[in-house]
């Protein structure tokens, strides 16, 4: 007998393991040019492999026919950002298993999502699309004067403007970015350094929360990630239920029936949970194998094996064995004259991997969105205690020489 067949749109090389290991025989649709592939493992590993851009959806669903043509396909499925609509869309097209049009619609693009929140009150939040300084002007003047301004389908916080006063939104008239023919919303700020994000997988319309991080926010607007830990500490652990319970209730007026959920929370001074975004793939800065360290909860795998017939094994909110966390190291602006040796990182205890592109001679940008990083180190601890104090060799560790003299060492 056959096993089922599944098309991954995008993606990296685990993901394809993973659904090997739950029993799937695999095809690939997306970027074959990727490093990890050139070794030749995707074509010796897949039933089939076609080279697509996953974000170009009619390509996509054309591909995704001529192989289901030569194999039925079970499911299409994507855990990265811009495959999502293509295997959604695919798998309407083909009938088969997957994510919805509707719920990815929902949840990729911001002004969907809070038009369908309008029905709940709970979650709901004023909002607003605007094009022009007039009608972002008539939007304050009713629901000011802190506001955030964002692109309707934006990533990694890129284009987000924060509206504190009138003297913000003055200033923003003269920023064409927004202005015309690209969508975007405004909408109520919720102010505060911390942001919670639920990470949940739903099967038969039944939502668990795998975990919930906290994300400390730097930056103004106050949108880039410092660090993400799992589970909160405390006082912050206090929020949790309550985060996790409305992370369920968004994903209940979604209709969200199948797959895993990555949504980001905020609380008011007074505690209530106000929903900001909610996206139906893994969390970035893998969150999903800070979570595995973290609780031993495979969440990719349970998602995959649902589409299978097995039952998730894990209950709602897992406890916790380990703390896990995504430190950001966020390097200033200016040109690289010297930097630490990455390797002065492995010989902390904790750390359990990094990504460090800094290099002398560089011209760092400085960060003031999540669209892309030059230093993330993953580590993990028994404690909250324990895991502040690696973070706290890593920065007296690891350090950045500008051609100004200046030494810059990373802090939390």
């Given amino acids: 007998m056959k096993k089922p067949h599944l098309l991954m749109v995008g993606g990296w090389r685990l993901l394809l393991e993973k659904a090997i290991a739950v029993g799937f025989d695999v095809s690939f649709i997306g970027d074959t040019t990727a490093g990890e592939w050139r070794d030749g493992w995707l074509e010796r590993t897949c039933v089939d492999v076609r080279h697509v851009a996953v974000e170009q959806v009619s390509t996509c669903v054309v591909q995704a026919r001529e192989i289901h043509a030569r194999r039925p396909l079970t499911a ?10 293509s295997a959604a869309v695919i798998s309407d097209a083909l009938g088969i298993q997957g994510s919805t049009v509707d719920i990815v619609s929902s949840t990729r693009y911001k002004d969907v999502m809070r038009g369908r929140l309008d029905a709940f009150p709970d979650l709901a939040l004023r909002w607003q699309r605007v094009k022009s300084p007039e009608e972002l002007r008539s939007f304050w003047e009713r629901h000011g ?50 942001l919670y994000s639920v990470e949940t997988l739903t099967v038969g319309g039944e939502h668990r929360t795998v975990a919930t991080t906290l994300c400390k926010l730097v930056g103004d607007p106050c949108t880039v990630v410092n660090y993400v830990m799992t589970p909160p500490p405390a006082p912050y652990d206090g929020h949790v239920p309550a985060v996790s319970d409305t992370a369920h209730r968004l994903l209940d007026a979604l209709e969200l029936e199948w797959g895993v959920a990555h949504t980001e929370v905020k609380t ?39 589409l299978v017939g097995k039952k998730p094994e894990f209950t709602d909110l897992p406890p916790a064995h380990k703390v896990a966390v995504a430190f950001s190291l966020l390097a200033p602006a200016g040109r690289v004259t010297a930097v630490a040796d990455p390797k002065v990182l492995d010989g902390i205890g904790g750390v359990v991997g990094h990504e460090i592109s800094v290099t002398i001679g560089a011209e760092l940008p400085g960060r003031t969105d ?43």
């Fill in 268 to 306: 008011r001074v007074d505690g209530r949970p106000v929903v900001i975004e909610s996206q139906n793939r893994v969390g970035g800065q893998s969150i999903s194998r800070m979570v595995e360290w973290s609780t031993g909860v495979l969440q990719i795998d349970a998602a995959l094996g649902a």
């Fill in 145 to 194: 004067p802190e506001l955030i301004l964002k692109p309707v389908s934006g990533v990694g916080s890129e284009g987000v403007f924060e509206i504190k006063n009138e003297q913000d939104l003055v200033e923003l008239t003269g920023e064409p970015e927004w202005q015309g023919d690209v969508p975007y919303l405004t909408e109520e700020f919720v102010p505060g350094d911390v």
């Fill in 76 to 85: 299409a499925v994507s855990f990265s950002e811009f495959g999502l609509e």
């Fill in 370 to 412: 999540n669209s892309g990083r030059d230093a993330l180190v993953w580590l993990t601890a028994p404690s909250h205690e324990a895991a502040f104090e690696t973070m706290r060799q890593i920065c007296e560790s690891y350090w950045v020489e500008y051609e100004e003299g200046y030494v810059w060492h990373p802090t939390f």
